[in-house]
């Protein structure tokens, strides 16, 4: 099958650090190129990949000072993609650029679907979904399904992460982890308090966005000041994340808001850690409660959690990840939801053929 992979410009696919979508990208696109499939990325330039790179700008958006509007350069891509669907070099699209390509890509004939990897809970969301109901679009979460049940879902596919990209490491687990980034959502105060609470030591690894650094700079930042078992470590990448991860007795996951998947509750699975998360948005799809982590309403209940997380197996924790959250298993979901839509638009398709 001859597949593009539409990511944005943003990051690099996979990013240096910190980038969830263009993450999942990549380890889709490198699964599907092993599954003897045609891939072409369509990503910026310092992207790395199996599959055949078309560059659209020299490097990622967010390393790159003189780019202030990343919108045109997104449109610029998805006119590039539309281009090679008249030179007829793919057979289906999918798009991980929210609701861009929607008007567009819906007047063409080429099978396509977008996959949605943000919150979808905002009051502008509702005449989006209620214009374009007909667009084929996938869920990472059915949590996330739910502010706009209009939309066309044609398939929820959780995230899959490389089966050897992080596994457990010898380790005597002392403290508990926050990973991913310092926003007010993400609730790190809350994972401060937590820890605090229960007299064992806290190490953040976390990335700082720039809107968020008031916050960091305000909130956060004396909180761990002011505790001495409180450790900021900075963003880490994929390589250190085994080490950090199997180092901890349990990820927290204080968050306060829908979030529609969380890589790092898997990556936590993938080196047998448990996970402590609060009871929001995709978490107890994710979370086998009393395997592989505990699902909690809040502080007090996190807290009464961490006392139990001596009890769960991290053999078990690691097996269900493998189970549950391989990046072969979401490639051959995905291919499940490209070939039911390729079915489905053959008509479609052989119609335009006959009328040219």
């Not at 003897?36 to 078309?54: C, I, M, N, P, R």
């Not at 997104?74 to 929210?98: P, S």
């Not at 308090?193 to 930042?221: F, H, S």
């Not at 950090?244 to 996951?253: D, E, M, P, Q, R």
């Amino acid at each position: 099958m001859r597949i593009a992979q539409v990511a944005p410009l943003t990051e690099a696919v996979p990013p240096r650090l910190y980038g969830g979508t263009e993450r999942v990208v990549h380890w889709l696109t490198e699964e599907l190129v092993a599954l003897g499939h045609e891939v072409t990325l369509f990503a910026s330039g310092d992207s790395q990949t199996s599959a055949k790179l078309e560059a659209l700008w020299p490097k990622a958006l967010r390393l790159d000072g003189a780019v202030r509007d990343p919108n045109a350069l997104h449109t610029v891509m998805l006119e590039r993609v539309r281009q090679k669907c008249d030179e007829e070099e793919f057979d289906f699209l999918h798009f991980h650029l929210d609701y861009y390509p929607f008007s567009l890509f819906c007047r063409q004939p080429t099978p396509f679907v977008t996959t949605l990897h943000g919150r979808l809970d905002l009051p502008e969301h509702q005449p989006v979904f209620d214009t374009f109901s007909s667009v084929p679009v996938i869920s990472i979460s059915n949590a996330q399904r739910r502010p706009v049940p209009q939309a066309n879902w044609v398939q929820t596919v959780h995230h899959g992460l490389p089966e050897t990209l992080l596994t457990p490491k010898p380790a005597r687990p002392n403290y508990l982890a926050v990973l991913g980034r310092i926003a007010p959502e993400k609730g790190v105060d809350r994972a401060i308090k937590i820890a605090t609470r229960c007299g064992v030591p806290l190490k953040i690894a976390a990335k700082i966005d720039r809107a968020d650094q008031d916050y960091y700079d305000e909130v956060i930042c004396p909180l761990i000041t002011a505790n001495p078992h409180v450790e900021y470590i900075g963003e880490i990448g994929d390589c250190e994340k085994s080490d950090f991860l199997s180092g901890a007795i349990g990820l927290l996951v204080p968050i306060d808001w829908p979030e529609p998947f969380g890589l790092v509750m898997i990556e936590a699975m993938a080196c047998g850690t448990p996970v402590i998360a609060f009871n929001r948005g995709s978490v107890p799809e994710i979370i086998d409660d009393g395997l592989t982590g505990f699902v909690v309403e809040d502080e007090i209940s996190a807290v009464a959690a961490v006392s139990r997380l001596s009890q769960l197996s991290r053999d078990a924790i690691r097996k269900r990840f493998e189970q549950r959250f391989t990046a072969r298993r979401m490639a051959q979901d995905y291919l499940a939801a490209y070939r039911s839509l390729m079915e489905a638009a053959a008509p479609k398709i052989k119609l335009v053929s006959s009328a040219e």
